[in-house]
């Protein structure tokens, strides 16, 4: 947070994804965009299918490649476009350029290989020596604070607590030092105490590398306290985007303030919860332009076409939301 | 204290596990998965179970509907040990006790009808419907989660999460229980979903005078849901308290750093509350630290804190908390206020 270097060093222009559903090709991300500069960072927030995870796994080049496909946008890294490169081309970008945290680091790490072996992998096939590659792995596992770190780097997952085992998740992303860094849903699996650990860790590691960092996650509280920007996703769209805070006080987007007042907050005291009536739509028959119109409390004639993404207040390009309504008198 | 008589009662409670080892799977000791546990749920109330993975709750939840065996304690169900009933009487047991499970996927079988999974009860239980009524108490039921009687034919393939749950919810209230357990029954859904889920509950315990045992780990769901709350550590509740008091002022330090390590979602509104960040992890079972299980990660332990296990005391205002520092500034005679945001002030707190 301390410093961001107003230049982005990752944005992600019209990005477009679709996967195949048994005969269509059905379009999980639509036309999203954002930035992240250096010591920056977003959150990009969403519900279970709001293609959160999709954009994440795009950022890498790491979507499956026969059942899905980037169809549109760029995806601008150091002025090059990611989306356009080879697989080649990925591989020199994957670890060094951005690097990735996965939500389940169960399933994530190899449970046949010892955690130091994983953690220097990527070094080694850099050339780094085996010896070199051990003791960079050591260091690495102290900094992601794992205690005894040298004592550990010939054990194997299954002897890693959930929140150890996410520490060498973090400890793997980093050993590239990547410029940015993608966590989809970093704590998820972890215990709320836990949860607050791995949270501290990864904005001491930021505050250190000057990294961007990129949070996917469904918890609009977990980045409440450490994301600076976040881009508010729902069916495949960026509904909202803009500062942590201009969006959390001033949300614009119907589905935006629907999601604040639906979640359940310890510090107030119990009241009928507010709830968003239905369900996330299906990709494969969203509905006609404004994809939240079914469940919208202010849904009128216009909607059925798409609304763009428009500005709202004075700084207009900053905080913006895809919303005919959005920007007028609000409720 | 009690107005009315529990629906469920549980005194000291323990669960152990064998531990096996060797190629012939050999018993070589045991584990206390839960020990110690007591608690009451009285009629339309709301007991709230909450810790961390492995602390023990589900467990509870498990022995209570006859998946795990208790090695010792007392669980009486309406007036009636469970231990000692006859056959009969636990299948009485088991139509006035439901349970709705976390995973609305994995919970309802995928080859039968949503009229089936519902009516499902009423085939093992004969004689709460008659079965010409069926088809219309299906019907009912649906309304009142819900849902509409055009969903009767469907399989649970062709819903989302949140209508699965509803149908769960359906199924358990078919045998016309007094008391249903939630184990994680929301957490598995969206945001916008689970606002709808926990109204329902909470229309429907008014409305049919249920008691829920509510076992979560999300405390801000808790805190809508419950009027007692029990947080459990290593397989002990070390602290139980009303709603407004464990929410306004929590005593146990663990309790306490559980509800700061809850993110806010507005944080900058609330700048006077502290994170407290524990160290380390929860210990396994089966090692658990000597004295107080909390002791390695507390902020305020003592030398007696290794060596002396806290009884859970009871204190003012309905609390019940395991710690012997608490219990201190509870005493008479004690000259520290009986405030314990004073008493626990964390010394190492970030």
């Given amino acids: ?331 | 204290m009690s107005e009315q008589e529990p629906v469920l009662s549980v005194r000291d409670l323990r669960i152990s596990f064998p531990v096996r080892c060797g190629p012939l799977r050999r018993i070589v000791g045991h584990v206390d998965g839960v020990s110690n546990v007591s608690f009451d749920i009285r009629p339309g109330q709301t007991l709230a179970l909450v810790g961390e993975s492995g602390s023990g709750k589900s467990t509870v939840a498990r022995t209570l509907v006859g998946l795990e065996k208790p090695s010792a304690g007392v669980i009486t169900f309406r007036g009636r040990d469970v231990a000692r009933a006859s056959k009969r009487e636990i299948r009485q047991m088991r139509r006035e006790m439901q349970m709705v499970f976390q995973d609305p996927f994995g919970s309802l079988n995928p080859r039968k009808t949503v009229a089936d999974i519902i009516s499902e009860g009423w085939f093992v239980h004969p004689g709460i419907v008659a079965r010409n009524q069926w088809a219309s108490e299906v019907d009912k039921l649906l309304l009142k989660v819900g849902l509409s009687e055009h969903h009767a034919k469907r399989f649970p393939h062709q819903f989302s999460g949140g209508q699965r749950q509803r149908i769960a919810i359906a199924r358990a209230l078919a045998t016309r229980p007094r008391f249903i357990i939630c184990d994680e029954s929301v957490a598995a859904l969206d945001v916008s979903v689970q606002a709808q889920i926990i109204n329902l509950l909470q229309d429907l315990q008014r409305e049919l005078g249920l008691s829920y045992l509510f076992i979560a780990h999300d405390l801000s769901v808790v805190r809508q849901m419950a009027d007692v709350v029990a947080v459990m550590y290593l397989g002990r509740i070390v602290e139980m308290a009303p709603q407004t008091q464990f929410f306004d002022n929590p005593l146990h330090p663990y309790s306490r750093a559980l509800l700061s390590a809850v993110p806010l979602i507005e944080p900058w509104r609330h700048p006077e509350k502290r994170k407290i960040v524990l160290n380390g992890d929860p210990p396994s079972p089966r090692h658990p630290p000597r004295g107080c299980t909390f002791h390695s990660r507390c902020w305020q332990a003592e030398t007696r804190c290794q060596d002396q296990v806290p009884a859970l005391r009871a204190l003012p205002e309905d609390c019940l908390c395991a710690c012997h520092v608490v219990a201190d500034a509870f005493a008479p005679g004690s000259n520290t206020p009986v405030n314990c945001r004073t008493v626990n002030e964390p010394t190492r707190a970030p």
């Fill in chain 1, 1 to 331: 947070m301390a410093e961001i270097n107003a230049h982005p060093i990752l944005e992600v222009r019209d990005l477009t994804v679709e996967f195949r559903a048994s005969r269509a090709w059905v379009r999980v991300v639509d036309g999203v965009s954002f930035s992240v500069c250096a010591g920056e960072t977003l959150a990009v927030l969403g519900e279970s299918g709001s293609g959160k995870t999709a954009t994440g796994l795009a950022l890498l080049g790491l979507l499956p490649r026969r059942s899905a496909r980037v169809t549109g946008g760029e995806i601008l890294f150091n002025g090059q476009n990611l989306a356009a490169q080879s697989a080649k081309g990925w591989q020199r970008v994957r670890g060094t350029g951005i690097g990735m945290v996965f939500q389940d680091p169960l399933s994530a790490l190899n449970p046949l290989q010892s955690v130091g072996n994983q953690v220097s992998e990527g070094l080694r096939r850099r050339g780094l020596s085996r010896q070199a590659g051990r003791a960079a792995a050591a260091e690495l596992l102290q900094k992601v604070g794992i205690p005894d770190a040298t004592g550990r780097l010939d054990d194997y997952p299954h002897q890693f607590s959930g929140g150890m085992r996410q520490r060498v998740m973090i400890a793997i992303a980093l050993a590239l030092r990547p410029r940015v860094l993608v966590a989809d849903e970093p704590t998820t699996a972890l215990d709320v105490t836990v949860q607050a650990q791995i949270m501290r860790l990864l904005l001491d590691l930021q505050r250190e590398t000057g990294m961007g960092l990129i949070l996917i996650s469904h918890d609009l509280g977990v980045v409440a306290e450490t994301a600076d920007k976040v881009a508010i996703m729902y069916a495949g769209r960026v509904v909202e985007s803009g500062p942590l805070r201009d969006v959390y006080e001033n949300p614009a987007h119907p589905y935006t303030r629907g999601l604040l007042a639906a979640i359940p907050r310890l510090e107030t005291r119990p009241v009928r919860m507010a709830t968003i009536p239905g369900a996330p739509p299906d990709f494969a028959n969203l509905p006609a332009g404004c994809s939240y119109r079914p469940r919208c409390y202010q849904v009128a004639e216009r909607c059925v076409q798409q609304p763009a993404l428009i500005g709202i207040g004075s700084d207009t390009l900053a905080h913006r939301a895809a919303c005919h309504f959005a920007g007028q008198s609000g409720e």
